[in-house]
T-cell receptor
Framework: LAKTTQPISMDSYEGQEVNITCSHN???????ITWYQQFPSQGPRFIIQ???TKVTNEVASLFIPADRKSSTLSLPRVSLSDTAVYYC??????????????FGKGTKLSVIP | IAGITQAPTSQILAAGRRMTLRCTQD?????MYWYRQDLGLGLRLIHY???????GKGEVPDGYSVSRANTDDFPLTLASAVPSQTSVYFC????????????FGPGTRLTVL
């Protein structure tokens, strides 16, 4: 299984940029890195996915260094509604078209007014 | 469009009883997944199915079984429930296996006494 490490929690004031890093030092060359957001009493929902360098969409950016041993989710100008738990998801190809997907333990982001 | 539905929403179960958690999706997705979520442990993959008629084991498969008779349904069965299976269970689906975006259901909160 791929091993992941994320900070347990982070606090941020409204309007600030938040960066959450996930360490995953044994993912394979062809594996993608995906981030999910989860609000209380709901299932996780997809935020962003990347393979290398930088990916940006309407809600976040994902930075992946050349060695791919970590990835950083960047949330620009957070608001109170961004208070949630953020998970990184990595996988290891296990052959025959199968992947062993591993979620990180999650980072609880609290946005303060 | 419902997306993914799970039933029941919550259940209290006596140890030793058999229980089937239901999951149905209407997106015609090929891949489906079952996760359990426990405080401090994040989401852990129990079983998955890349296409109807096939299933695979995830990180924590012991004590659980699944079947995938058709595209839409992916039930999870606890043959003889134990207290350590007390958890929140999420079903998810994606267009294909691997690293495709996963869509999650609302979850089932199961308590085994």
């Amino acid at each position: 299984l791929a091993k992941t490490t994320q900070p347990i929690s982070m606090d941020s004031y409204e309007g600030q940029e938040v960066n959450i890093t996930c360490s995953h030092n044994n993912i394979a060359t062809n594996d993608y890195i995906t981030w999910y957001q989860q609000f209380p009493s709901q299932g996780p929902r997809f935020i962003i996915q990347g393979y290398k360098t930088k990916v940006t969409n309407e809600v976040a950016s994902l930075f992946i260094p050349a060695d791919r041993k970590s990835s950083t989710l960047s949330l620009p100008r957070v608001s109170l509604s961004d208070t949630a738990v953020y998970y990184c998801l990595v996988g290891v190809y296990s052959g025959a078209g199968s992947y062993q997907l591993t979620f990180g333990k999650g980072t609880k982001l609290s946005v303060i007014p | 469009i419902a997306g993914i539905t799970q039933a029941p929403t919550s259940q209290i179960l006596a140890a030793g009883r058999r229980m089937t958690l239901r999951c149905t999706q209407d997106m015609r997705h090929n891949a489906m997944y079952w996760y359990r979520q426990d405080l401090g442990l994040g989401l852990r993959l129990i079983h998955y199915s890349n296409t109807a008629g096939t299933t695979g084991k995830g990180e924590v498969p012991d004590g659980y079984s699944v079947s995938r008779a058709n595209t839409d349904d992916f039930p999870l069965t606890l043959a003889s429930a134990v207290p350590s299976q007390t958890s929140v269970y999420f079903c998810a689906s994606s267009a294909a296996g691997g690293f495709n975006e996963q869509f999650f259901g609302p979850g089932t909160r199961l308590t085994v006494l």
